[in-house]
């Protein structure tokens, strides 16, 4: 009789043992399962609640899904948007979720982030607003903590961390905020060479080195045309060419003073061939009868004189 007591009792704690893990497991699931992903449409089993977002009201709608039917119970607007031309600053929703019986939903302009916690009848418990523009958030019941996150115009990611470990009714903000941004070209740079030798050697280098393969090139290059000129020229008079000085050198040859005698001579005949004009400068008037044809006066803009 002890012995069936024993096994019956063994067995329960199996049982229990296994109800536990599988409960055990089943949260760490649930834990697991919470991606950091945007949502538009949840839905609360237990208070038979869908919150979907409008992004045509620009609203929260809270639909009570009861009696087989379903019953808008009340619009929240997130951000005024009639007659706004402000569009960078309007707060449009993001992301929406139900958790522990709240309502949290996520809110964005260009600039900044807007997180609303409301309870499941619309009223508001709390807000919080945060520099940069979050896309998502996430929410550890273990941790007791609800992570947003986004990144920012300087190439870089926000996280935001909420306490919860008090309730959503006490949700507060922890100090700590983790800021991270891309580090530039120009900063890593300076943290490799503080001084900036290195990038002034390197860029001298750089210049002179240029400046001397440009020498070679074009040194190169007209020593290539000078040759190429030379062969075109003794391909056309491949005779031996005879300087001036080998002329001069010539018996019988024209001396200097015959040449500049020529060039005289050339000289006076071709300014004695130019005709002589006399200096007398003479204006003719010419009368033009008056025409209305060619008048400046018909014109001109004649608004002001009526």
């Known amino acids: 009789m002890l012995k069936k007591y024993f096994y019956l009792i063994v067995f329960c704690a199996g049982v229990g043992a296994g109800v536990g893990v599988g409960v055990a497991q089943e949260e760490k699931v649930q834990e697991f399962y919470d991606p950091l992903t945007p949502q538009s449409f949840v839905f609360d089993k237990d208070s038979h609640i869908f919150v979907g977002i409008s992004s045509i009201t620009n609203t929260i709608d809270l639909i009570d899904y009861s009696n087989n039917a379903l019953n808008i119970k009340r619009s929240i607007k997130v951000d005024n948007v009639a007659g706004r031309h402000d569009v960078y600053a309007i707060y449009q929703p993001k992301g929406v979720a139900i958790y522990e019986g709240h309502i949290v939903y996520l809110a964005t302009n260009r600039d900044s982030t807007l997180f609303v916690v409301l309870n499941l009848e619309g009223d508001m418990v709390k807000e919080f607003r945060f520099e940069g523009s979050a896309q998502a958030f996430s929410y550890s019941a273990s941790a ?62 750089t210049v002179f080195m240029a400046l001397i393969l440009l020498y070679v090139i074009f040194k190169l290059l007209g020593n290539y045309m000078v040759r190429r000129q030379n062969k075109k020229a003794m391909k056309v008079a491949p005779h031996k060419i005879v300087h001036t000085e080998d002329l001069q050198k010539l018996p019988g040859s024209i001396s200097g003073d015959v040449y500049a005698a020529i060039a005289s001579a050339i000289y006076m005949y071709q300014n004695e061939l130019h005709d002589e004009e006399t200096t007398i400068i003479t204006i003719d008037k010419v009368s033009r009868t008056y ?7 018909y014109g001109l803009n004649t608004y002001f004189n009526k």
């Open 291 to 297: 025409s209305p044809w060619s008048s400046k006066i």
């Open 144 to 205: 007791g903590e609800l992570y947003i996150a986004g990144d920012n115009p300087v190439m870089g990611y926000d996280i935001m961390v909420l306490d919860v470990s008090d309730g959503f009714d006490n949700i507060r903000e922890l100090p700590a905020k983790t800021h991270y941004r891309v580090p530039k070209k120009a900063e890593l740079l300076f943290e490799r060479d503080p001084s900036g030798w290195v990038l002034a050697v390197i860029a001298m280098s």
